[in-house]
């Protein structure tokens, strides 16, 4: 790639989050119906013709900020996968996805408000239904690969515990015991999986 290229691809990208980081702000602050193309334009500093040709529609907006946040929660994964044994895989699982959310803190409180909006619920439709399937397949493969004798309701109740707290920390990051939670969602549950195993003597 030339120079020019690189320069262009540079300033693509730039415009891009811009675009991107003032959508989540308008979604969460006016509401997804209630955010104009034009107001996101307007405070990302682009023409409303140049955001159309990065996102021909609101709903491609909409769209590929879920796709920033699946590669959070892929990367959580790709964490927990490295790990050498089920127990291990979960607790990597529970400290990386809280890790990410310290990290991008902002983007997740914002994230949070425009999920529970019902116009995004309604956009993002299948989507949205993979996005969690994806999720709790994932998870219950973990959990039944850790021994545990009812791994698609033990996966719904850790998604849970994860999303729950996520959203708990988002609303209040100064005063909310994050680490201390993590540990005590890995010795609780790791426990629990561990005692409800098969007995393998």
């Known amino acids: 790639m030339g120079r020019s290229a690189r320069l262009n691809k540079q300033m693509r990208d730039a415009s891009t989050r811009r675009i991107l ?4 702000r308008h979604f969460a602050t006016h509401g997804y119906a209630g955010t104009s193309v034009r107001m996101i334009a307007r405070s990302a500093g682009v023409s409303v013709g140049l955001l159309y040709n990065y996102f021909p529609t609101k709903a491609d907006l909409l769209g590929a900020l879920f796709e920033e946040s699946m590669r ?8 927990a996968d490295a790990a050498a044994t089920p127990s291990e895989r979960i607790e990597r699982l529970v400290r990386s996805a809280f890790e990410i959310l310290e990290k991008n803190r902002d983007f997740w409180r914002l994230s949070y408000g425009v999920r529970m909006q019902p116009a995004v619920v309604t956009g993002l439709g299948k989507r949205l239904e993979m996005w969690t399937a994806t999720i709790q397949s994932t998870l219950g493969r973990y959990l039944r690969e850790a021994g545990s004798r009812q791994p698609e309701l033990d996966a719904a109740l850790l998604f849970a515990l994860i999303d729950g707290v996520s959203q708990h920390y988002v609303l209040d990051p100064r005063g909310y015991p994050l680490a201390e939670v993590a540990d005590r969602i890995v010795a609780l549950f790791t ?11």
Request: hydrophobic share 40%.
């Open 21 to 24: 980081k003032a959508a989540l």
């Open 72 to 79: 959070d929660v892929q990367a959580s994964f790709a964490s």
């Open 191 to 201: 426990r629990y999986v561990d005692s409800t195993a098969p007995d393998s003597t």
